[in-house]
């Protein structure tokens, strides 16, 4: 009785409450990443992948992702491109109308609701309105750019290998914008507002009060968005599948669409797998640093 | 008191997860249970229809258009009602999803029983092994050559030709006629008469040229006709063709946009008048006629370098080895029997792969004629298990020229040494 009774002591009780939560993590999210792993080190192909023995074959598919052709440095480089063009101009665009609804203006509430319009819509929308508009003949913004004079001629934007990326980068921004307003916003209300005003009276400017005060209060919560909104960036699938799938001649290619590429239409699923898991790694290692972030604020 | 509480909640919450996975095992069992007891249902009385045959067949496919899963229903519901040991369902799975679900379904073995497949990814699936074998069950001596090729992997028949189309060269006669041009049968012609009536609002030319297989399946007609084959890229025809495609883009009688288009697309910019002729084929007619009624269209043979040349298309049927294959076969049986066959074609607008059935179609109608005399020179891809793999190089090189991403022999060098790497040269 005792002993039973020691099983249930405050310590070991918080182990049954994790208990469901880690069983639905080991099964549904640990389990599908080391089969991933084990699949990219495997042969398996469209040949093989009925067979009960798979081949293994160690770093090779790596190793011919690299070297054979430079579709995968490209998909890294398109990636990083993407991520951080997009990323920068967000956060900038979000920040300030963060700042923007932080003042108190008539309809502030229901134009700020209109605002999370882009991120409630759903991405393959976007992306088939996006295409539309961008198109070369009948877009929307070739129309507008050459009735202001901007432009001569119609630009090919999607068919370009020079303006795809882009586009696309301009639809995700779109996209993006809300998603940091709000964090932001939030950020911002939990700043007291006699900081503001003691400062106003130490003769402190709107300038100086914004770099003084309000980017060192908010410093946790940028960090939060910057990397959540880095993570969420990094593994875009469906806008760009829908709006180049990858091209014209790769142009557009992300790690996500070449590895749904590689695998599902190439059959060359080991070495889908090693494209996702080189996604995964670079994914893993921002997530510790958002991680490392969290504890050290909480710590504080 | 609280500690009791904690200690309930988690084990309910355990207890739950548990129970999760048991209602799934008993679920299992009393599928098992009822196959096995209509299994011995048919033992002790033994319908005789289907030798036994009997349960449920699931059919995979992939077509859009209304009409044609009507016509599927149709077909299905027809079966159903004549028999009352196999009942039919039809799931549909969206093109781009198709051969997705496939794969995840060949290894996770969550198969159906039956699926109607595009025919140049026929090879590969055969090669994976999740076909059942069918030489010997079906007769397939009187159909065309080509569709049947594309069922047989070494010798041996793993599936049955559904239907076949081919690619023309579709144009708008009123616009042909505004800018005073006859319908053109060779390049050169094609790229004057393109250019001629390309205006502001309208296109001359244009092809689906989606970095994919439908793209691919559009070029290569090009490459065909020059007498290379498919797997001849960096030759004295492959490479005409690239600089074919190149001129027509420079030249602005081929919209650039094609790259973007998918021949649904590219029918929908023909019937909107915003393209003057189009390569397509033979499935797109029903949808043309009844969404564009008033439009004056023709079709006419692919304009040609030195030989006539269009790509076959269509679909296989292929029953899953392992599955339910008896029924499923018995349900195959009977939908490329003649009478359902031809009910099949005429509604889809397809060419029957069987010849003695396709001679009898459309008679008097001259567009559907002109397919059905086209299917003689209409070349088939593959069919080779890695036929994916060489498709994505050759779509590769001709985006490659039409973007200006490189020249048509620098693009036709590369696909070239992908396409011997893969053959193994």
């Not at chain 1, 008539?106 to 992306?127: D, H, Y």
């Not at chain 2, 009393?30 to 009385?45: C, F, L, R």
Request: hydrophobic share 45%; aromatic share 12%; charged share 20%.
């Amino acid at each position: 009785m005792t002993k039973i009774k020691k099983m249930f002591k405050y310590d070991n009780v918080g182990i049954l409450f994790v208990l469901p939560a880690f069983l639905y993590m080991i099964v549904f999210v640990g389990y599908p990443i080391i089969y991933n792993f084990i699949l990219s080190f495997q042969d398996v192909t469209v040949k093989t992948l009925r067979k009960d023995i798979k081949e293994f074959i160690g770093f090779r598919n790596y190793i011919e992702l690299f070297q054979q052709d430079n579709v995968l440095t490209l998909s890294l480089w398109n990636t990083l491109v993407f991520t951080v063009a997009c990323i920068v101009f967000q956060f900038i665009i979000g920040f300030a109308l963060a700042l923007l609804f932080n003042k108190k203006f008539s309809f502030s509430k229901p134009v700020r609701g209109l605002l999370m319009m882009p991120w409630m819509i759903p991405i393959t929308i976007t992306g088939l309105i996006f295409k539309f508009m961008f198109s070369t003949d009948v877009g929307i913004i070739n129309y507008f750019l050459r009735s202001f004079g901007i432009i001569s001629e119609n630009i090919d934007w999607l068919t370009n290998t020079v303006t795809a990326m882009p586009a696309v980068i301009f639809a995700n921004i779109w996209i993006g914008i809300p998603f940091n307003m709000i964090l932001i916003a939030t950020g911002l209300t939990t700043i007291p507002a006699e900081i503001y005003e003691s400062a106003s009276i130490d003769g402190a400017g709107k300038i100086q009060a914004f770099w003084n005060i309000t980017v060192p209060l908010l410093r946790p919560t940028i960090e939060s968005v910057l990397i959540l909104g880095f993570i969420y960036t990094f593994k875009v699938y469906d806008l760009v599948y829908v709006m180049t799938s990858g091209g014209p001649v790769n142009a557009t290619q992300v790690l996500s669409t070449y590895s749904y590429k590689l695998s599902f239409e190439m059959f060359k699923y080991s070495k889908g797998a090693a494209v996702a898991n080189i996604l995964f790694i670079i994914l893993f290692f921002v997530s510790l640093l958002y991680l490392k972030y969290v504890y050290t604020e909480e710590e504080a | 008191m609280k500690r009791l509480w904690a200690i309930l909640i988690a084990t309910v919450m355990v207890a739950t997860l548990l129970a999760g996975c048991g209602s799934k095992t008993s679920t299992e069992k009393t599928i098992e249970e009822k196959t096995s007891v209509s299994e011995n249902s048919d033992s002790t009385e033994d319908k005789g229809a289907f030798n036994g045959a009997s349960g449920k067949v699931t059919i995979w496919y992939y077509w859009e258009t209304e009409g044609h899963q009507k016509a599927l229903d149709h077909l299905i519901q027809t079966f159903n009602d004549s028999q009352e040991d196999i009942t039919v369902e039809a799931k549909y799975v969206p093109f781009a999803d198709f051969k997705k679900q496939l794969s995840i379904g060949a290894s996770a073995d969550e198969l159906p029983d039956l699926v109607i497949l595009d025919n140049p990814d026929h090879a590969a699936y055969a090669a994976m092994g999740i076909f059942a074998d069918l030489t010997d069950k079906f007769d397939v001596s009187t159909y065309y050559d080509g569709p049947v090729n594309s069922c047989t992997l070494d010798g041996r028949l793993y599936g049955v030709p559904f239907g076949s189309n081919c690619l023309l060269l579709f144009y708008n006669e009123d616009m042909l006629k505004a800018a005073g041009r006859e319908v053109p049968t060779t390049w050169d012609e094609l790229l004057e008469t393109a250019k001629a009536c390309t205006t502001d609002k309208v296109s001359g030319f244009a092809h689906s040229s989606l970095q994919n297989e439908e793209g691919t399946f559009n070029f290569l007609t090009w490459v065909w006709s020059t007498g290379a084959t498919a797997y001849e890229i960096n030759s004295e025809g492959g490479i005409k063709a690239l600089k074919m495609v190149k001129e027509l883009v420079d030249s602005g009688a081929m919209t650039k946009e094609a790259i973007n288009w998918t021949q649904g697309d590219t029918m929908n910019q023909f019937i909107s008048g915003n393209l003057a002729m189009m390569l397509n084929g033979t499935w797109q007619i029903p949808t043309m006629r009844s969404e564009a009624p008033d439009l004056k269209w023709n079709v006419a043979p692919i304009p040609m370098d030195v030989q006539q040349a269009s790509g076959l298309g269509g679909e296989n049927y292929a029953v899953i080895a392992g599955g339910n294959e008896e029924a499923a076969i018995e349900f195959l049986k009977f939908a490329t029997s003649k009478e359902q066959s031809l009910y099949m074609m005429n509604t889809m607008g397809y060419i029957s792969p069987d010849s003695t059935i396709a001679e009898g179609q459309f008679k008097g109608d001259p567009v559907y004629e002109a397919f059905v005399e086209e299917m003689k020179y209409a070349y088939a891809r593959g069919p080779l298990p890695e036929w994916p793999d060489i498709s994505d190089a050759i779509s590769l090189a001709f985006n490659e020229v039409m973007t200006g991403a490189s020249t048509p022999e620098d693009a036709a060098a590369k696909a070239q040494a992908t396409i011997d790497g893969i053959l193994g040269k």
